[in-house]
């Protein structure tokens, strides 16, 4: 990929000249971003359609249109809401032009980056076309709000999608309606926009013909070099993970060594970034025999892998590896969101077979019921995953650009909108930060596996239900009697704070629910040198709405790292002298973090 720079040329008045040629050159380089995009769809390597979710946007806005163009009454009444907003806003932008104080028809809200600079307020041109777009936008979701009849899923969607076209038709998102943007190619004689469609060419040609949107520079951020460097090896492996045993930095463990299990749709080392942020090398160093699970990257071959297929070469044959390495029986685990629920299920399966393999068991923004899952049941329903499984059949597997997608849509305007604007319009690349580039290193997910996971947890919500079936064993979550840590984040949009507080209720044993500050991933890698956020504790998880809970919370300042060692340490405090890592019984195969983290998709 080519360099980018980010140096601007001064411009001590317009050239225009300079203006001109730089438009040619951007117009070049757009050229050249069709071409990526065009060149597999000629040479056969990827072919348009109507994507699935198409079909779902018209059919859901077709039951809102039906309710408010089925009566005349209604319509006229829709139409004139809008036009007296538009009236309304001509009238107090005359009276400004005219010098008086006109307050507002609308404004943004205060937390709403995209409208920050002051030119926004200052300029009546800028003003104008911000309150008119408010003013639609709300106009918008007051159709979804107000159209009876609607059944909650088709509401939750038809507000998803009205979110994210008018997301998408922000005045901020172009050249000529966003000052910041104007300024900027103006001073420049459009040099930004130069950059801009040159970094557009180039992330449309990686992305084999789809634009896929840089959130960091991957310079300096590579996989063993700048990030998942704390020592270790990997010690056993099969066709669908490597298990991660890594080196001691203390004289005495603890006897019970701790098992992680992240997502298979992520990488491990959102947990391993650079040094000062990794969980596990704090994990190590606080006296733990960490080891952990690093999923493979899938391709076609691994299809048919299913979710009993996960739990048995996953966490099932982790426990059997760390028991030959280290002869002790008995684990710690750790399962962040979905391998969380993988975790769960897991635990459930060894109560019912009565097999005494875990100590304890602690769940990062995790969900065991989905009925309160958020955003993301967005995507569930019969139709949707029924379409989605035809896909996944023909190519085998879900390519991780897609759940990268879904979940990017779930705060578009953050990680999307804003990198539209500050990588093509502003030409600015975005910096080196190891936390987006995980985001953007995203993997596949066997169609079997994932089809089972949207059914039996999103769609039929059967763990929780105790009608879920792996390895033909029914699983009851109520036989889980280990402790449990049970991890929520406040601002999370994956795995909401109230469904992880009412999932606690479904396990057997003690459950400590603590509250996060932050989010679904910096309320969760939040090191305590840091000095950031918080987090609340409450003994009481019955039958409590999380208001409530939090009206009844104490609240801790900093990371739940250290919270979390100490409630460890309750359970379970016995040491040893410090393990080497491996045996004769399993020698190290690799330097860790393994190979199967390097595969990208």
Avoid at 11 to 28: G, H, W
Avoid at 90 to 105: L, Q
Avoid at 513 to 532: E, Q
Wanted: hydrophobic share 40%.
């Amino acid at each position: 990929m080519a360099d980018v720079t980010t140096e601007t040329q001064s411009a001590t008045k317009f050239d225009p000249e300079a203006f001109s040629m730089n438009l040619a050159r951007a117009m070049q380089s757009s050229g050249q971003a069709l071409a990526a995009y065009l060149k597999p769809r000629e040479n056969g390597e990827a072919r348009d359609k109507p994507p699935n979710e198409l079909g779902e946007v018209i059919k859901t806005f077709s039951a809102v249109a039906e309710f408010w163009l089925s009566d005349e009454t209604r319509s006229a009444e829709l139409k004139s809401k809008l036009t007296k907003a538009y009236i309304d806003l001509w009238g107090s932008s005359m009276r400004r032009m005219a010098g008086e104080d006109a307050k507002p028809a609308i404004a943004p809200s205060p937390r709403d980056r995209r409208f920050s600079d002051p030119e926004w307020k200052s300029n009546q041109f800028f003003d104008f076309v911000l309150q008119l777009y408010l003013l639609t936008t709300q106009w918008a979701h007051d159709l979804v709000r107000n159209a009876e009849g609607l059944d909650p899923h088709t509401r939750k969607k038809a507000e998803f999608y009205v979110q994210q076209i008018t997301n998408a038709l922000s005045p901020s998102n172009f050249v000529l309606t966003n000052p910041e943007v104007l300024r900027a190619t103006l001073a420049s004689n459009g040099d930004n926009l130069v950059r801009g469609m040159k970094m557009l060419a180039e992330d449309v040609e990686a992305g084999h013909g789809t634009l896929r949107i840089r959130q960091s520079d991957p310079s300096n951020l590579v996989v063993g070099v700048n990030m998942a460097t704390t020592p270790g090896k990997v010690i056993f492996q099969n066709e669908l993970m490597q298990l991660i045993q890594y080196a001691p930095s203390t004289e005495c463990v603890l006897r019970t060594p701790l098992l992680i299990v992240p997502p298979w749709i992520n990488k491990f080392y959102i947990l391993d970034l650079k040094p000062e942020k990794s969980f596990i090398k704090w994990c190590v160093d606080q006296g733990l025999t960490v080891f952990v699970i690093s999923w493979v990257n899938p391709d076609k071959s691994l299809g048919a892998k299913t979710f009993e297929d996960y739990m048995k070469g996953g966490p099932l044959a982790a426990m059997d590896a760390i028991e030959r390495a280290t002869g002790e029986m008995k684990v710690h685990t750790m399962g962040y969101c979905v391998g969380g629920t993988l975790l769960a299920s897991t635990l459930a399966w060894l109560a019912e077979k009565r097999r005494v393999r875990v100590t304890s068991a602690t769940f990062l923004a995790a969900q065991v019921d989905f009925t309160r899952a958020g955003d993301l049941l967005v995507f569930v329903d019969e139709d949707q995953i029924s379409a989605l499984e035809r896909d996944m059949q023909a190519a085998g597997v879900l390519e991780g650009s897609k759940m990268a997608m879904a979940f990017n849509m779930l705060r578009s305007n953050d990680l999307i909108w804003s990198y539209v604007v500050s990588n093509y319009l502003k030409g600015q690349p975005p910096s080196a930060f190891d936390l987006l580039h995980w985001n953007s290193d995203a993997t596949r997910m066997p169609a079997a596996n994932h089809s089972y996971y949207l059914r039996n947890c999103y769609l039929e919500n059967r763990l929780s239900a105790g009608t879920m079936v792996l390895d033909n064993t029914l699983l009851d979550l109520s036989k889980v009697k280990v402790p449990i840590y049970n991890l929520a984040t406040r601002e999370d949009h994956i795995a909401p704070a109230d469904s992880v507080l009412y999932g606690s209720q479904f396990f057997g044993g003690p459950v400590k629910y603590v509250l996060s500050g932050s989010g679904h991933i910096a309320g969760v890698v939040n090191p305590p040198s840091s000095g950031k956020y918080q987090f609340w504790t409450n003994d009481n998880i019955k039958d409590v709405a999380l208001a409530d809970w939090i009206k009844g919370a104490q609240e801790h300042k900093g990371s739940w790292w250290p919270d979390w060692r100490q409630w460890l340490a309750s359970i379970d405090a016995e040491e040893m002298p410090a393990r080497a890592v491996g045996t004769a019984a399993l020698p190290p195969i690799e330097d860790a973090p393994g190979s199967y983290v390097r595969v990208r998709a």
